[in-house]
């Protein structure tokens, strides 16, 4: 059987959803559905998700949400009437959604509403049987899934039904509402799958599959046919946001393979993500900005033991915890997102570890960003240096490299200004 997760675009209006029942009705293998809130329906348009949250910002000023939620009652009763589904519970499960957010429930609460109003509409157009996530799927405090969670939903699907769950969202053990981050959906279609033991894992989108480049950057780059779970999710972090970066974790156990389609071209083949790959093939270009550089400087101070394990710990202190770092010989260079840290905190964290770790040197730098070439044995690969090259040759300056840490991708520091056109620039090179 298939589990099949439905994004934002695909469920954004009746006309997509029915998008959605072509597809599950054309194969009998696709039992289980992962669907998203409604998402943008255009460009100008908004996702339901963040209307939600903009809902929350109104109730934490203590002012009434109506205004934006009336947006998001017309986008919804909208949907039942363009499938001509009776909607009496729909409206009543409205109201209470209001009425919660007006109350304080909160952000978590809030967020997970797009999915759950629009899988309980979705679930009723199709005649398949509404999950709650917030019963099944438990999730820690840390942001990973408790494996209680796949005992739970395996003993539901164990009935052989038809099932439709909402993404994004589970429980914390206590009980309450708590979501993934941004795009999660993604995560909770792959912990259906693994809990399904499901034979493939269906990714619907509006893109066919993984591209070599993020098409709003770079001018219709070339698909990719096959890619690993160790690739999809370092390309993922480093900005391919096709398919959330956590959502591989789940299925390795069971091997499942991906496949992430476009549910407006169905005909489509797309990407298939599978556990392992013998090739040396170079796949993609990917960069992600919003970085804070932290450079550090201490003759032969990580000659003492646990100097490392100190400095880490240093930075969780002042909330920071690095998404890449590098090690020099008397240097440490780390990089965390911005969002992480205000101008005050970076620079009372920079003054502590100076102080504590009686630094020589201390710097930090805002706008950078990471961008990642990922491909096949790239630890003995030589495509960096046709990258440095193409980048040189436009002036793109290069603030690090690291290259054998990994065997799928390289990483490139680049300013956060400059990390389109140096993607451009590296497409051009390698794939073009
Ligand atoms: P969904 O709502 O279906 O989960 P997302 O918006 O999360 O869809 O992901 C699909 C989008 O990801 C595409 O429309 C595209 O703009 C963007 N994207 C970024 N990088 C890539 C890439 N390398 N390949 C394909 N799409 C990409
Ligand atoms: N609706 C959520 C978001 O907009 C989750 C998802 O679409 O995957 O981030
Ligand atoms: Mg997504």
């Known amino acids: 059987m298939k589990v099949c997760k439905f994004g934002g675009s695909s469920v954004a209006d009746e006309n997509q959803i ?7 009705d054309s194969d009998p293998e696709r039992t ?7 998402g943008k329906r255009n460009k100008a348009d908004k996702k339901v998700t963040d209307m939600l949250y903009e809902c929350v910002a109104l109730a934490s000023d203590g002012r009434a949400c109506r205004p934006v939620f009336n947006e998001i009652r017309k986008r919804y009763l909208e949907i039942a009437k363009g499938l001509s589904i009776e909607a009496p519970e729909l409206e009543k499960a409205l109201a209470e959604v209001e009425n919660n957010i007006d109350a304080g429930l909160g952000r978590d609460y809030a967020g997970s509403r ?7 509409l979705i679930s009723k157009y199709l005649g398949y049987e509404f999950i709650d996530a917030q019963e099944c799927i438990i999730i820690n405090d840390d942001g990973t899934v408790d494996p209680v969670t796949y005992e739970k939903l395996g003993e539901r699907f164990k009935e052989g039904g038809r099932y439709c769950l909402p993404g994004f969202y589970g429980a914390t053990k206590a009980g309450s509402v708590k979501t993934f981050s941004r795009g999660g959906s993604d995560i909770s279609g792959a912990i259906a799958a693994r809990a399904a033991g499901a034979d493939l894992y269906e990714n619907w989108t509006d893109v066919s599959g993984m591209l070599a480049a993020d098409p709003r950057i770079v001018d219709s780059p070339r698909g990719v046919e096959v890619l690993t779970y160790k690739q999809v999710r370092e390309l993922a972090e480093v900005g391919a946001s096709v398919f959330h970066e956590e959502a591989i974790a789940p299925v390795i156990p069971l091997g499942i393979r991906i496949n992430i389609r476009n549910t407006n071209r169905p005909g489509d083949e797309g990407t298939l993500i599978v556990p392992e790959l013998d090739s040396s093939e170079l796949i993609g270009v990917s960069a992600k900005g919003g970085f804070t550089k932290v450079s550090i400087r201490k003759m032969m101070l990580f000659k003492r033991r646990g100097v490392r394990h100190a400095f880490f710990t240093a930075l969780h202190l002042f909330g920071v915890t690095p998404s890449f770092s590098l090690f020099g010989v008397d240097s440490i260079v780390i990089l965390f997102s911005s969002s992480q840290a205000s101008d005050r905190v970076v620079e009372d964290m920079c003054a502590r570890l100076k102080k504590d770790f009686a630094l020589d040197e201390v710097s930090y730098e805002r706008g950078q960003a990471v961008l990642g070439i990922v491909g096949g044995r790239m ?3 030589t495509a960096f240096i046709d990258v440095a ?11 690090f490299v690291n290259h054998g840490a990994s065997d799928v991708t390289t990483l490139f520091g680049v300013k956060d200004d400059e990390k389109e056109r140096a993607v451009q620039v590296i497409y051009s090179a390698l794939f073009k």
């Open 18 to 24: 029915r998008k959605v029942k072509e597809i599950l």
């Open 32 to 38: 289980i559905v992962v669907v998203s809130a409604p």
């Open 114 to 120: 797009g999915e759950y109003l629009n899988a309980v």
């Open 389 to 399: 090259t193409a980048l040189k040759k436009e002036r793109i300056a290069i603030s």
């Open 379 to 381: 630890n003995e690969s």
